[in-house]
């Protein structure tokens, strides 16, 4: 079975730039989230979708960031502008309830974002 | 005060020793508790998991949980140069607006050595 995926691995953008950065999460997992880690720091929620629908998406920094998952499947965060801030390291999850322990969350292998 | 405090390390294990790992957070509503490991560079690797008081334990890994002291543990026994990685520790509250969030410390490196 696949793991999460994320695309991709490393981006290089110049600030006021945009990037799109994409998750799949395991197949058949409906819960998906979204992290970040910025350098020295802990990894920071960012939020929660359940099938297509935010379920909480209060660690989203401000209106930047815009993150969809149409048709529930895999997922897409995008930052417009960027800004130097904004690089770091961002992670997708993905859970199941009813597969296993109802919480355990699994993840991707990130993708790290440079804003020059 | 972080939500979720960890020693940073780096901790020196001699290879065959047991590594004792500490985490304590602040959130009260906390239910559900977990360790991850990472590898430099590498994604978060969910190695335990834990949601009642007491011990838990998996192959080499005993996960310890006391609620009313706010306290997780984790326990590597016969500790190998592959356990060197960091140690995550997440929480996750449960509740009907915060069921998916975890809160994660900043880690503890851990160094297994020769």
């Known amino acids: 079975e696949a793991g999460v995926t994320q695309f991709p691995s490393h981006s290089v953008i110049e600030k006021g730039q945009t990037v799109t950065l994409r998750c799949d999460p395991i197949?058949?997992?409906?819960?998906l989230y979204w992290y970040r880690r910025v350098m020295g720091k802990e990894i920071k929620f960012l939020l929660h979708?359940?099938?297509?629908?935010?379920?909480?998406e209060s660690g989203m920094p401000n209106n930047r960031f815009l993150a969809e998952r149409t048709g529930g499947t895999y997922s897409t965060l995008k930052v417009q502008p960027a800004e130097l801030e904004d690089s770091g390291v961002y992670f997708c999850?993905?859970?199941?309830?009813?597969?296993?322990?109802?919480?355990?969350?699994?993840f991707g292998p990130g993708t790290r974002l440079t804003v020059t | 005060q972080k939500e979720v405090e960890q020693n940073s390390g780096p901790l020196s294990v001699p290879e065959g020793a047991i590594a004792s790992l500490n985490c304590t957070y602040s959130d009260r509503g906390s239910q559900s508790f977990f360790w991850y490991r990472q590898y430099s560079g590498k994604s978060p690797e969910l190695i335990m998991s834990i949601y009642s008081n007491g011990d838990k334990e998996d192959g080499r890994f005993t996960a310890q949980l006391n609620k009313a002291s706010q306290y997780v543990s984790l326990l590597i026994r016969d500790s190998q140069p592959s356990d060197s990685a960091t140690y995550l520790c997440?929480?996750?509250?449960?509740?009907?607006?915060?069921?998916?969030?975890?809160?994660f410390g900043a880690g503890t490196q851990v160094v297994v050595t020769p």
């Open positions: 979708f359940v099938k297509e629908s935010k379920q909480d």
């Open positions: 197949s058949g997992h409906d819960n």
């Open positions: 999850a993905s859970s199941q309830p009813g597969t296993g322990e109802p919480y355990e969350q699994y």
């Open positions: 997440a929480v996750n509250r449960v509740g009907p607006d915060s069921w998916g969030k975890l809160q």
